[in-house]
């Protein structure tokens, strides 16, 4: 009975406040997740775009990788162009001088043949003006009075 006489002497406590509360905070927690969700967007966002810079950075990563690639080759073929050209140029100039050499030395020769003509020339036309001369004389000598003139 003491049981029954303090359950119907029950009075309810006054919770009013705490219904207050509960009501502020419920307040609190929709504002919050209003903010939250606006972060969440945020940080999509900032997500996304982060996601599309770094695909994009790869791409260029790629892209300069290949321009890189590229270039060495292009390089190493402007390179081996060079060694021929410098090959080419290097057998060239041999052979220019190899042909200046002969060059020379034809023309040493052919003044020397001509040097060595004019000097038989000259020695046939001294031995020939002496022995015309020789015999000038000694058809004077062999007759003084027949050249008196």
Known sequence: ?????????YVAP??????????VMAEDMKIVK????????EII??????????DMMRDTK???????IRTEKLLEKVENDIDKLEDEATALMD??????????NDANNRFNDKVSG????????LN??????????????????????
């Open 128 to 149: 020939t003006l002496e022995e015309d001369l020789n015999r000038k004389l000694q058809k004077s000598l062999d007759n003084p009075l027949a050249n008196r003139n």
């Open 95 to 104: 052979r220019t001088k190899t042909d200046a050499r002969n060059m020379i």
């Open 62 to 68: 790629h892209d300069l990788r290949d321009e890189i």
């Open 14 to 23: 006054d919770l009013s406040e705490f219904d207050k509360s509960l009501a």
């Open 45 to 54: 966002i900032i997500r996304d775009s982060v996601n599309d810079s770094v």
């Open 118 to 125: 004019l000097e038989g020339f000259v020695k046939r036309e």
């Open 1 to 9: 009975m003491d049981m029954k006489e303090q359950i119907q002497e």
């Open 34 to 41: 209003e903010t939250v969700g606006v972060f969440k967007e």
